[in-house]
């Protein structure tokens, strides 16, 4: 299998057991940071680039500004707030609200429709 292909079947694996609300809001909120990291590195996949840390997704895309384009800056704003301001609040204390939880899934779903464009765009 190919990264792409890896990074592909993680992210929808994290993505199906984020969305089960059997789960706990800490570990669907871990399942979400994962699976669109995963997604991210699909499309940098595309564009045969590997971040392979989520720490380094800024530094990746900013030097690869041609995976999103003008959804650079977008994308890795929208996925440092996740990973860095909504996260945290889930997975090392107990802050974190049902609002919280509500943004981070915007902010998942703004952050997927971006990626899968990129991955529908035959260029």
């Known amino acids: 299998m190919s990264r792409f292909e890896n990074h592909k079947k993680l992210y929808l694996n994290f993505k199906n057991d984020a969305e089960n609300e059997v789960n706990s809001k800490p570990s669907r909120t871990e399942l979400y940071f994962l699976s669109i990291f995963h997604l991210i590195e699909c499309c940098a996949a595309k564009h045969r680039v590997h971040i392979n840390k989520h720490q380094k997704v800024r530094v990746v895309l900013e030097n690869n500004s041609n995976i999103f384009e003008k959804e650079t800056?977008?994308?890795?704003?929208?996925?440092?707030?996740?990973?860095?301001?909504i996260?945290?609040?889930?997975?090392?204390?107990?802050?974190?609200?049902?609002?919280?939880?509500?943004?981070?899934?915007?902010?998942?779903?703004?952050?997927?429709?971006?990626?899968?464009?990129?991955?529908?765009?035959?260029?």
């Open 87 to 123: 996260r945290p609040k889930f997975t090392y204390g107990f802050s974190g609200t049902d609002n919280d939880f509500n943004v981070l899934k915007e902010k998942y779903y703004k952050l997927e429709e971006i990626c899968n464009k990129v991955l529908l765009d035959e260029s």
């Open 73 to 85: 800056e977008n994308v890795w704003r929208l996925f440092q707030d996740i990973e860095n301001k």
